[in-house]
Structure formats: structure tokens, C-alpha cells
């Protein structure tokens, strides 16, 4: 098993910045990556952001390239999402994933855990 805590969600303007942590306890020995997904009202879950947990490769969706950024702390088994620039459409629920295992090279599926999710709300 292997729990994920989230924070730093709140409520920020538009062209305003947040940043999100996500830490992983637990079986954390073989991390293959963490990613983030946001589920906005009425919506599916839809991805964000993804790293691999030993090189460090990052994949982001479009609508978030060059605004948002992530990261990680392998010591620290933490993984960062700082939000540039925000937009009221950015506003959902942000969940943090782990996917387990040496493969990460389809960072949008195969997430074995799920944090429980922070708020981020975006006003304009």
C-alpha cells in the first residue's frame, strides 16, 4: 500500500500562483512515477502533469504547458506542482497519482494509488 497526501489547493485570481505537494508513504520502493489529474465540476478526470521517479522525465497536457511546472524530491518521496498564471478554467479538484513498477513510459495510465484530492479554485 502506499498513501499519498496533497496540499497547498486554496482559492486564488486569475494570473495568480499556487503551489501543490503531494507526499507518498508506505511501499515507496519502487516508485515508477507520479502525476497529477484534475477533475473539474461535471467533468472526467483529466491529466495534468506526470515525472518519472528516476530521471526525471516530465510530460505535461497542452493546456497547461508553460504555466505549470513539476517536480520532485526523491528523498523526501514528495512530488510538486507550481501553478503559474492561473485561469478560472484551471479550477477543480487536483489529485496526485503513483504508479508503481520500472515502466513509465505511458505516464497517463496505470496509477495504482490516489491521493484524496485538494481544491484549487481559480476566480476572475
Known amino acids: 500500500q502506499v498513501q499519498l497526501v496533497e496540499s497547498g489547493g486554496g482559492l486564488v485570481q486569475a494570473g495568480g500562483s499556487l503551489r501543490l505537494s503531494c507526499a507518498a508513504s508506505g511501499r515507496t520502493f519502487n516508485i515508477a512515477g507520479m502525476g497529477w489529474f484534475r477533475q473539474a465540476p461535471g467533468k472526467g478526470r483529466e491529466f495534468v502533469a506526470a515525472?518519472?521517479?528516476?530521471?526525471?522525465?516530465?510530460y505535461y497536457a497542452d493546456s497547461v504547458k508553460g504555466r505549470f511546472a513539476i517536480s520532485r524530491d526523491n528523498d523526501k518521496y514528495t512530488v510538486y506542482l507550481q501553478m503559474n498564471n492561473l485561469k478560472s478554467e484551471d479550477t477543480a479538484v487536483y489529485s496526485c497519482?503513483?504508479?508503481?513498477?520500472?515502466?513509465?513510459?505511458?505516464?497517463?495510465?496505470?496509477?495504482?494509488?490516489w491521493g484524496q484530492g485538494t481544491q484549487v479554485t481559480v476566480s476572475s
Open positions: 515525472i518519472s521517479w528516476s530521471g526525471g522525465s516530465t
Open positions: 497519482g503513483v504508479k508503481l513498477g520500472y515502466d513509465f513510459s505511458r505516464p497517463l495510465y496505470g496509477y495504482s494509488y
